[in-house]
Structure formats: structure tokens, C-alpha cells
């Protein structure tokens, strides 16, 4: 007969316990962006809905940025960092194949020992973050995660494509999973929908750079991210709906009793329409961060929560529905309950 095998028992319950951001110094008008993609202001509002983000110099960093919203993190939770066992990095601008961002974060924060590793799921990275974090704080594998969105998306974009230029920026978010007395994280609706894995792209693999370096050397092109806009847009307005009902609805929920919608800030126009078909209660509040911080892909939701109870607009507590898409195409959503923040 086999032996039997041990297994752990975590918290019932979970719920994201604090907040923490880091804002890139430097703000980036529209009309910085708009002329090496002969564009201009209007034409960029009208379209995204962005009026200035936020670009990361030199000593900003993918590492850098994710200590200083994880120290966030840890303050406005009051947890402690010898708490926190695990540490899942979500994004896809660390430029590194191996090793992962996560560890050197963890060790820089003082987590040493703790696991620690990279998600890449595009801009629904955050939320599948966030739901592994629950998921191993209720099965006993982790008692405190630490989830980090970041990206430094300005690396990765060509300043003269009129498709990406002036739609993405850079940034970092941070929570603090942990136990719960309450429900405070649902359950996750994700997936994927590899027919559209074209729509957001890098527009060449390294192996087909390396190739062009031997064959061009100086006049080789770097790969950069590219972006069929008007797919996504339809694939989102067609696709989104189903996958928020799905998440209030295993939430044990109705849209009436939602106080937020965190969408991930890709296209202001998208987070209009998301709004409108769900037939959101008056009372509930709408992250539109993009609006000073543009499309920052992983770092979008924490950095819209935290826009969101910042201005006042939301409170701890508060029930927000949040709602992430991009390259994959993978989404995912989860109803929370807001944490503290810093």
C-alpha cells in the first residue's frame, strides 16, 4: 500500500490586504508623443482617452519600481516582511529570459528564502497573479503573498508607431495577499483565446533579430510590441461582458451590489462601453486612470485602485469588480473588496 501523503491546510478565507504604487517622476504630454507619430492632443484624446502618462528614466527600473510599491505594500497592510513566503512578479518588460525578476525583488526587500517568480500573461498578468496568491494562501502553500504588477513598457515601444507611441507607459502596483475572517478575493473567471495572438505582439522573436544583426549588422531593426488596435477593440467590446457577469455571478453577486469597476486601462473608449452594458448601479465608481497614466499593462489595475481610493472616489472595503485583458489574448476578473493603501 502507498504511503499516504501529508497535505496543508491554509486560511479559509483571503482578501488583499494593502496597496502600493509607484508613479514614474516624469509626466509625458500628448504632445511630446504626437509628433514623431504626426499625430496630435486631440487625436490622442479622442482615441484613448489619454491625456498624460508617465515614462520611467535610466535608474527607474522593472526592480526598482517594484521595491519601492511593495514597501507600499507592506505598510499599509502592517505586514510584516518576514510574513510574506512568496512573491509573484507579473510582466512582460523584464528583459531578461532567466532569471526571473521576483527573486532579486524578494531579496532586495529583505525576502530572502521566500519563492519567488514571473507571470507573463500580458496585461491580465496582475489578476492571474492575484489569483494564484489566493489560491495558495487558502490551500496553505504560502500564509502572506506579495503580488506585484510592473512594467517599463517605454523599453519595448517604437516611438515613431502610430499604434502603440502614445498608448503605453510605465509603472508598478503592489498588494499583500494574506488570511482573511472574511471573503475578501472570488473566484477567478480567466482563460485565453490564442486565435487572437496576433493582436498584441512583439513583431519579431530574437532569433529572428539575431539573424538580421548577421545579415545587416548596425541597419538591424529591434524587435518592438505591436498592436492590431482594432481587433483588440472588438474582441474586448464582443468578449468582456460574459467574463464580468461570470465573475459577479460566482461571486455570489449582482452588478447592484458592486461599488467599483477596476477595468484594466487599455482604451478609455473600451472602459465606457464595459460600463454601459453592465448597467452599473449609479453608486459605483469607474477607474479611469488611464487618463494621467495611460495603458501600463500588468502595473494597470493596482494603480487604478489605488487612483480610485486616493481621490475618494472608492474606500476600503468597497466591492469592485476587476476586470484585465490583453496579449494572449488572456483575461481574467475577480470580485474583491478593497484594501488600504499607501
Known amino acids: 500500500m502507498a504511503a499516504r501523503i501529508a497535505q496543508t491546510v491554509g486560511a479559509e478565507h483571503t482578501a488583499i490586504l494593502g496597496l502600493g504604487v509607484y508613479r514614474p517622476t516624469r509626466v509625458v504630454t500628448n504632445d511630446e508623443v504626437a509628433g514623431p507619430i504626426n499625430s496630435s492632443d486631440e ?3 479622442t482615441r484613448s482617452g489619454i491625456k498624460t502618462r508617465r515614462f520611467a528614466d535610466e535608474s527607474e527600473t522593472i526592480q526598482s519600481m517594484s521595491v519601492a510599491a511593495a514597501r507600499g505594500a507592506l505598510e499599509s497592510s502592517a505586514v510584516a516582511v518576514d510574513q510574506v513566503d512568496c512573491v509573484i512578479v507579473a510582466t512582460s518588460t523584464h528583459l531578461l529570459l532567466t532569471p526571473a525578476a521576483a527573486p532579486r525583488i524578494a531579496t532586495d526587500l529583505g525576502m530572502n528564502g521566500a519563492a519567488a517568480f514571473d507571470v507573463s500573461a500580458g496585461c491580465a498578468g ?9 489560491d495558495a494562501v487558502r490551500t496553505g502553500t504560502a500564509g502572506h503573498v506579495l503580488v506585484i504588477g510592473v512594467e517599463k513598457l517605454t523599453n519595448t515601444v517604437d516611438p515613431t508607431d502610430r499604434s502603440t507611441a502614445f498608448l503605453f507607459a510605465d509603472g508598478a502596483g503592489a498588494v499583500i495577499v494574506g ?6 478575493i472570488g473566484p477567478t473567471v480567466w482563460g485565453s483565446d490564442g486565435t487572437q495572438h496576433h493582436a498584441i505582439r512583439q513583431n519579431k522573436d530574437w532569433m529572428e533579430f539575431f539573424a538580421e544583426i548577421d545579415e545587416k549588422g548596425l541597419d538591424a531593426v529591434r524587435p518592438y510590441m505591436a498592436m492590431e488596435g482594432t481587433a483588440v477593440f472588438r474582441w474586448a467590446a464582443h468578449s468582456l461582458e460574459k467574463v464580468c457577469r461570470d465573475a459577479i455571478d460566482r461571486a455570489g453577486l449582482e452588478p447592484e ?10 482604451n478609455g473608449r473600451i472602459i465606457e462601453i464595459m460600463a454601459r452594458v453592465l448597467k452599473l448601479p449609479e453608486h459605483c465608481a469607474l477607474a479611469t486612470d488611464i487618463e494621467h497614466t495611460g495603458n501600463t499593462s500588468a502595473a494597470s489595475i493596482p494603480l487604478a485602485m489605488e487612483s480610485l481610493l486616493r481621490e475618494g472616489k472608492s474606500r476600503p472595503g468597497d466591492t469592485a469588480l476587476l476586470i484585465a485583458f490583453g496579449a494572449g489574448l488572456s483575461y481574467a476578473a475577480q470580485v474583491v473588496h478593497l484594501p488600504n493603501w499607501r
Do not use: K
Open 257 to 266: 451590489d458592486l461599488d467599483a469597476l477596476v477595468p484594466h486601462q487599455a
Open 179 to 184: 488570511p482573511s475572517s472574511e471573503p475578501g
Open 43 to 45: 487625436w490622442i484624446r
Open 126 to 134: 496582475f489578476c492571474h497573479a492575484l489569483a494564484l496568491a489566493s
